[in-house]
């Protein structure tokens, strides 16, 4: 049974993890690369993820031998995806009530994603999430993105908790990989995008749900 009181601050990951949203980066990622006549790799998914919005954009430059800048392709990945985050991507299912049931026990609220700032504020402005968490941080903003546990470390400093303290949701192995690097206790949460990966999930998270209704089952 899966226990949220032992813990003095909770840490979303945001896509696939407080959001239903990784479809989305598939999809633009094939778009992306479609208009300059390049196919998607069947490894491209995997060598990015837990990369920082900046990290990924260099990876695309150095990979693709593409000519833009750094800013102008992360100016277009944000465009792309800015009216999705806005008008179509959904809370996870029972996410919502994970967070009522934090916020009356005097646990503190956090988020630290590898997305944007950009689209985080459109995410945050869409669900009226602004209020209910203290700490709000990109990998955009630390050393390395995950696996490296520099973005769990920063919100973790700013909620004035220490990382023993603090539970992790994520739904992929570069992020479960961050939140223990970074000395946290991890529940990993299924998203379709990162199914491929589930034995090395399971294997390395404190435990696994399948939904979020799996934590409301045992408060």
């Given at each position: 049974m899966l226990k949220l009181d032992n813990f003095e601050a909770i840490i979303f990951d945001l896509d696939g993890t407080l959001i239903d949203s990784m479809w989305i980066w598939k999809q633009i990622d094939i778009d992306f690369l479609e208009k300059r006549n390049i196919v998607l790799p069947d490894d491209l998914q995997k060598d990015i993820e837990g990369m920082s919005f900046t990290e990924t954009a260099h990876y695309f430059i150095e990979r693709f031998a593409l000519d833009e800048s750094l800013e102008e392709i992360q100016r277009e990945w944000n465009e792309m995806a800015k009216q999705f985050y806005r008008n179509h991507i959904p809370l996870k299912e029972q996410v919502f009530e994970v967070i009522q049931y934090a916020l009356t026990k005097g646990i503190k609220l956090g988020i630290g994603t590898s997305n944007s700032r950009e689209l985080l504020h459109e995410v945050m402005e869409a669900h009226g999430l602004t209020a209910w968490f203290e700490s709000v941080r990109t990998s955009c903003e630390v050393a390395k993105g995950k696996p490296?546990?520099?973005?769990?470390?920063?919100?973790?400093?700013?909620?004035?908790?220490?990382?023993?303290?603090?539970?992790?949701?994520?739904?992929?192995?570069?992020?479960?990989?961050?939140?223990?690097n970074a000395g946290m206790t991890v529940y990993a949460i299924y998203d379709d995008l990162s199914a491929p990966y589930m034995t090395a999930i399971k294997r390395d998270a404190d435990a696994y749900i399948n939904s979020f209704s799996e934590v409301l089952e045992g408060l």
């Open positions: 490296s546990p520099d973005i769990f470390l920063k919100v973790a400093e700013d909620l004035k908790v220490n990382p023993e303290k603090c539970l992790v949701f994520e739904d992929t192995h570069a992020g479960v990989m961050a939140a223990k």
